[in-house]
């Protein structure tokens, strides 16, 4: 059993490149989350996901984009990624969303835009 | 805004006893998460308190009193394998978590 698994492990990007993290989990929870964690920081919400089908905004969504095609999979997008985006992202899932249950957190991804 | 606070870095010596501070402001409270988070790692649940009190579990314990908008975590017994980043995490009205930047424990032998 996994858990919760992210892909790349890391990667080096060039500013103005499109990139994809990929977040697939095997618990079928009904909710996930995309956070990125910068140094001094607390954990902040990109993007979420109540079920499959339906997304919304966290607190720093702009520059990136998600979709819920499954229960399962919940990829992000950075369009055209900036240095600014350099972070270390981790996707999280829950059994329910908008409630107070338990996130369980992938292994997250560290990305580098130069 | 909403705001969490917590230490940035503590240190304790292994075998004794250190308590974690966190402060918050948020707007509407549906509970307080802690979680654990080792250098390079993914944050691991810990505890999770809605009502005022202490809550024992082993050798962490985590404490809330929502009208003074504090809890702590106290860990017993320090290993070295406590050394760590601590996260304090509110659930606000709308069930989002917002979280503290952590603190980072080091236990010294």
């Known amino acids: 059993i996994a858990g919760i698994t992210q892909a790349p492990t890391s990667q080096i990007l060039a500013a103005g490149r499109r990139m994809t993290l990929r977040c697939t989990q095997d618990m079928r929870h009904n909710a996930m989350y995309w956070y990125r964690q910068d140094l001094g920081l607390g954990l902040r919400l990109i993007h979420y996901?109540?079920?499959?089908?339906?997304?919304g905004k966290g607190e720093v969504p702009d520059g990136y984009s998600v979709s819920r095609a499954n229960t399962d999979d919940f990829p992000l997008t950075l369009a055209s990624a900036v240095p600014s985006q350099t972070s270390v992202y981790f996707c999280?899932?829950?059994?329910?969303?908008?409630?107070?249950?338990?996130?369980?957190f992938g292994p997250g991804t560290r990305l580098t835009v130069l | 805004g909403q705001n969490i606070d917590q230490p940035t870095e503590m240190t304790a010596t292994e075998g004794a006893i250190v308590q974690i501070n966190c402060t918050y402001q948020?707007?509407?409270?549906?509970?307080l998460f802690w979680y654990q988070q080792h250098a390079g790692e993914a944050p691991t649940f810990l505890s999770y308190n809605v009502l005022d009190g202490l809550e024992e579990k082993g050798r962490f314990s985590s404490f809330l009193s929502r009208s003074k908008g504090y809890s702590y975590l106290l860990l017993k017994e320090l290993q070295m394998k406590d050394s760590a980043s601590y996260l304090c995490?509110?659930?606000?009205?709308?069930?989002?978590?917002?979280w503290g930047a952590g603190t980072k424990l080091i236990i010294k032998p």
């Open positions: 995490a509110v659930v606000d009205s709308n069930y989002q978590l917002i």
């Open positions: 999280a899932s829950s059994e329910r969303g908008g409630t107070y249950n338990e996130q369980f």
């Open positions: 948020t707007s509407g409270f549906n509970g």
């Open positions: 996901s109540n079920t499959a089908g339906t997304t």
